[in-house]
């Protein structure tokens, strides 16, 4: 629980990528990964696509960026977001992401006064919550999913039943996170939020 906790509450936004990308640590990283000498200069092209916190008109101008992070006008622009860190926790993404966290560590502690692999199944689950951007939004999906149909409407009253099918559940979520498996797993299609139009 702990470190999936750790994991959930470090998630991937603009800022924190932004704070990733510009450390002198992953500037090393790079050069030692592509060879380069002491001499030689490496040029870093980072590819961002930030994305609205939310999903509506914005995002029609939700683009890509290509910026040279290894110049100093690009790393400039770029760790300018990262010193945004202290407005992180006023942010639309903060407050979503503390109320699914919520939601998961009330689902947990329920299924624990019931059955401690049941609790441990569902703690599990976290682990579909990772990355930024699509990534974010189909692990999210999936994990929605999940909790609907398996943890908070469980079609069985047995928990180890209830376990058995969560863990498949997650396991076709991990290993497909296009949905179609977890779909079967569910006996219907997983359907993730799509952006609203404008008119």
């Known amino acids: 629980m702990a470190r999936h906790l750790a994991t959930w509450m470090s998630y991937e936004d603009i800022i924190r990528v932004a704070d990733l990308k510009t450390r002198a640590s992953r500037f090393e990283r790079v050069r030692r990964e592509v060879g380069a000498k002491e001499d030689e200069p490496v040029v870093v092209i980072d590819y961002l696509k930030p994305g609205a916190e939310k999903r509506g008109k914005l995002d029609a101008y939700n683009v890509g960026m290509h910026i040279r992070t290894s110049g100093f006008f690009g790393y400039l622009l ?58 974010h939004r189909r692990g999210k999906g999936n994990f929605l999913a999940i909790a609907d149909a398996l943890i908070e409407n469980p079609p069985t009253a047995d928990p180890r039943e209830q376990a058995k099918a969560i863990r498949k559940a997650r396991e076709a979520a991990l290993a497909d996170p296009e949905g179609k498996a977890l779909g079967t797993a569910l006996g219907k299609p997983v359907v993730w939020m799509k952006p609203v139009k404008s008119a």
């Open 78 to 135: 770029v760790r300018s977001l990262a010193w945004m860190r202290p407005l992180r926790p006023m942010s639309y993404r903060y407050v979503e992401e503390q109320a699914l966290i919520e939601r998961w560590l009330g689902m947990v502690a329920e299924a624990a006064r019931r059955d401690a692999g049941l609790a441990y199944e569902i703690a599990e689950c976290a682990r579909l919550i990772k990355g930024y951007g699509e990534t």
